[in-house]
């Protein structure tokens, strides 16, 4: 298994530049660049046959990464995660079947594992040191477990009020913790500012190339879990994007192998009602979302008032015949009561938006009975544990009979 990666070239003015060097954004234009490949070649190697004797996790794709000597992949066990049926959702919903990319499974609890573990283990082999980010909490997590593993000094910028768990995984790992008074674009800056007076490497989302190649890889696995087709829709709670963004390229790069045909899923994009800028710039027939005053969500992966990437998602969601939704923070936490009840799966309030999205386009008429859908569950809910308010009976195990009155509660 070898890498294919050609060159990298941008996304907004074509500009084309070397691959086997570090960067960040294009430095012509200052937008978002892209990993090129030899798919051609790629598809030589990288057969459904081929795949088919490799291990169930994201280096799988190889010849569809950046890392180009495997003994550099910094692995905890990132991606192969279950794609699995909601009978249940399905029939409360009113679809013949919903699916859910549970990505959750993934190392530090969220698909973010995907896109940090490929972008550390890329900025190690081409030299960085020390890696910086930008995060509401997840991805920081990510960034710091793959840094301790390679053996980099991580430096992570998040929102005071992240929850705690995140703050404490940073810390287990190592990582520099560094609160900021404001959102993850405040957080943002300030990474911008460190990594030009002290040479970190700013894997902030979509500002250097292959986060999203990581991320890249729930497209490539989705479709091989189908046999090698698409669903009819992808539901997808979105931040900064590079998921949907990701899962795009993925496509288009397995179509080019002639591994899928020219269909696309139409891709929801799913934002917190008070934090849209996406859902405002699709309604708006804009190119480029503004930036979202006093963004407020108790989804922090949602919580992403400005995207670099703002352009690459609206042209993946019109290109699809997809929409873009909003969901209350009450709507995403009746989303994870319903799949925690009904299926077994206790996700983050960001999946719980996913969730009710689906409900809410089947109601719209939107999706239809038939469609096949697949929600994604980013990650999990054992984050979020201060979000599910409750109150327990506590009993004295001395006591005569501690168990009357037990039922009787219920
Ligand atoms: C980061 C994050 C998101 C948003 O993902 P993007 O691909 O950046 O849009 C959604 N859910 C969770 C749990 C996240 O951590
Ligand atoms: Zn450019």
Redesign the pocket.
Known sequence: MRSFLTHLECTACGAIYPADRLITVCPACGKVLYARYDLEGASREMTPEALSKRPWDLWRYAELLPVRDHRHALKLGEGGTPLLPAPSLARDFGFDRLLIKEESQNPTG???ARGLGVAVSRAKELGATAVAIPS????ASAMAAYAAKGGLAAYVFMPADTPEVMKAECRAFGARVVLVDGLINDAGKLVREGAAAYGWFDIS?LKEPYRAEG?KTMGLELAEQLGWRVPDAII?????????VGMWKAFAELEAMGLLDGRRPKFVVVQAEHCAPIVRALAEGQRHAELWADAATI????R?PVAIGDYLMLDAVRQSGGTALTVTDAEMMEGVDLAATREGLFL?P??GAAVVAARTLRARGFLRQEDEVVVFS??TGLKHTDLIAAEYPVVDPRAPDPLSGILAAD
């Open positions: 969220s698909f973010k509401a909490g997840n991805a989302t991320k997808y709670p979105t931040g900064g994007g590079t998921g949907i989804a922090p992966g949602m992403v983050s960001e999946a980013t990650g």
